[in-house]
């Protein structure tokens, strides 16, 4: 149980273009998922918080209107990057917090984007 | 904000111990998990700790001691496999995850 996917695993786009990356937790349901950027060898790094039926919330620095959320069911949370640049190109990684006394997130395979 | 650090890289031979240091200052904390990493994938559940002491899970353990704001991930009778990066995160008090920069271990022949 407790699986989330991601589609697509990679995409590769021009400069300029918006992308859409989606993120399902396959057999149980969301309310809350997160969405995370991954440069090469660095750590995870929060972007936003992704919550079902409202807006996302947004870490500092983190431009709502060039990384769009929605999170429209219970069970899919889309992120958009808006007029992508090369300086976009990472890997992006989504999770759902799951219900169980963990707290754990259970994280999707993650999208590496690359914009040329 | 929050503030986890851990060692770069660590090197170990296969068949040995390898402990992996985290410290970590947060404002508020629901918990700590250590994730393991391969290149180019997500990450995959290890461990969680939030009360002090420690967890013990086959070849892995986790130890943590909230008074001092540390933890560590013992790795015993290392595998090849289990070259990878090792990532140390804490639950803050708003329960988002922080991550640490990740500890690269390389297991020799």
């Known amino acids: 149980g407790a699986v989330v996917s991601q589609h697509p695993s990679r995409v590769i786009c021009k400069s300029g273009t918006s992308v859409k990356i989606e993120c399902r937790s396959l057999?149980?349901?969301?309310?809350?998922m997160f969405w995370y950027r991954q440069f090469p060898k660095k750590s995870l790094m929060l972007m936003a918080t992704?919550?079902?039926?409202?807006?996302?919330?947004?870490e500092q620095g983190v431009e709502k209107d060039k990384f769009l959320i929605n999170h429209a069911s219970l069970t899919l949370s889309t992120l958009t990057v808006t007029s992508a640049h090369p300086e976009d190109s990472s890997f992006y990684i989504c999770?759902?917090?799951?219900?169980?006394?963990?707290?754990?997130?259970?994280f999707g395979p993650g999208t590496r984007l690359t914009v040329l | 904000g929050q503030n986890i650090d851990q060692p770069t890289e660590m090197t170990a031979t296969e068949g040995a111990i390898v402990q992996i240091n985290c410290t970590y200052q947060?404002?508020?904390?629901?918990?700590l998990f250590w994730y393991q990493q391969h290149a180019g994938e997500a990450p995959t559940f290890l461990s969680y700790?939030?009360?002090?002491g420690l967890e013990e899970k086959g070849r892995f353990s986790s130890f943590l001691s909230r008074s001092k704001g540390y933890s560590y991930l013992l790795l015993k009778e290392l595998q090849m496999k289990d070259s990878a990066s090792y990532l140390c995160?804490?639950?803050?008090?708003?329960?988002?995850?922080?991550f640490g920069a990740g500890t690269t271990v390389t297991v020799r022949a």
């Open positions: 999770s759902a917090k799951g219900t169980g006394d963990y707290n754990e997130q259970f």
């Open positions: 995160a804490v639950l803050s008090g708003d329960y988002k995850l922080s």
């Open positions: 700790n939030v009360l002090d």
């Open positions: 947060t404002s508020g904390f629901n918990g």
């Open positions: 057999d149980f349901q969301a309310t809350t």
């Open positions: 992704s919550n079902e039926g409202s807006k996302a919330t947004y």
